[in-house]
């Protein structure tokens, strides 16, 4: 299974950069949530979403297979 670093710097598919703050728990369905830094502002994500394949369906062109990549 692949892991999530924190501190460490992913490429999204569509080419955006952003850092690993940390991984987080939600309060209500405790699912894993990770939450990075783009462009100053901070985000979340579920990690199961995070650690997903791109969509080659609907993004037939794009030639990064996960989500994000760590670079």
């Not at 080419?15 to 894993?32: F, N, R």
């Not at 969509?55 to 990064?64: G, T």
Request: neutral net charge.
């Amino acid at each position: 299974m692949r892991e999530i670093k924190q501190g460490k710097k992913y490429r999204h598919f569509k080419g955006d950069i952003v850092t690993v703050i940390c991984i987080a728990k939600d309060s209500e369905t405790l699912k894993e949530q990770v939450v990075y830094e783009h462009n100053s502002e901070i985000w979340v994500r579920d990690k199961e979403m995070f650690l997903s394949k791109v969509d080659k369906e609907k993004y037939p062109n794009i030639e990064q297979v996960y989500r994000f990549e760590e670079i």
